[in-house]
């Protein structure tokens, strides 16, 4: 039988209108094309939860019900937090079983908890992570994130950035080759969104600041 207090969250996750409103990081938009566009992020703390698997689907399933458990209590404050999105999966190439991928399944920790996370238990092997400010390309995509399109997902991203301005921006001193992120419960079906991130290096940008368009 499914977990109750799981199910109402994820059905809470998935209907915005019927519950309060959920937070996200902020960022600003600096750059828009009709495919993608580069955000700038503010300081953010994450909590992460680093899974080694064969796939993309099952490492983050394993990922967000150690979070889960976290923040519904599993944590040494035993401290209630309150859902966020999106929920981020970043592939790590070449660290998990058989040289495959290896992934960190995140989570954006409510402004509340930002300055002073609670501190998991240790059974889950989870930890915060610091994110500095940065610029990040993203691609929107629809349906749901699977093992079967997340690759071609990311190589439009990687398309798109080559024909512009930002060609060689990204980012060398990243450990990752990209991120999902994920904004839907599994039981919504229509109107699903999802996004392809990659960190891009904006210093030959200018530090990547604002030209106004739009803030989040």
């Known amino acids: 039988m499914e977990n109750p207090r799981m199910l109402s969250l ?25 495919d993608f566009e580069i955000r700038l992020y503010r300081q953010s703390t994450w909590m992460s939860a680093p899974a080694k698997d064969l796939s993309f689907e099952k490492a983050t399933k394993f990922g967000f019900h150690r979070l889960f458990q976290y923040i519904q209590g599993a944590n040494l404050n035993f401290s209630r937090v309150a859902m966020t999105a999106p929920v ?32 998991p238990l240790p059974e889950l092997n989870l930890k915060p992570y610091a994110w500095d400010s940065q610029c990040i390309a993203v691609r929107k995509f629809s349906g ?7 690759v071609k997902e990311a190589e439009k991203l990687a398309i ?21 992120a994920q904004y ?9 969104v999802n996004e392809v991130w990659v960190e891009v290096d904006a210093s ?13």
């Open 184 to 192: 839907n419960s599994p039981f919504q079906f229509i109107g699903r």
């Open 144 to 150: 749901f994130a699977r093992d079967s399109n997340i």
């Open 160 to 180: 798109s950035l080559s024909r512009s301005p930002w060609a060689n921006a990204t980012s060398s001193e990243s450990s990752y080759a990209y991120s999902i």
């Open 10 to 34: 994820v059905l809470c996750f998935g209907f915005l209108s019927l519950c309060q409103a959920i937070e996200s990081p902020q960022y600003t938009v600096v750059h828009s094309e009709s």
């Open 204 to 216: 030959e940008f200018d530090g990547c600041k604002s030209s106004g368009v739009a803030t989040y």
């Open 88 to 119: 981020l999966t970043s592939i790590v190439p070449e660290a998990g079983p058989l040289h495959s991928s290896a992934y960190v399944v995140r989570f954006y920790l409510p402004v509340k908890f930002q300055a002073s996370p609670p501190l």
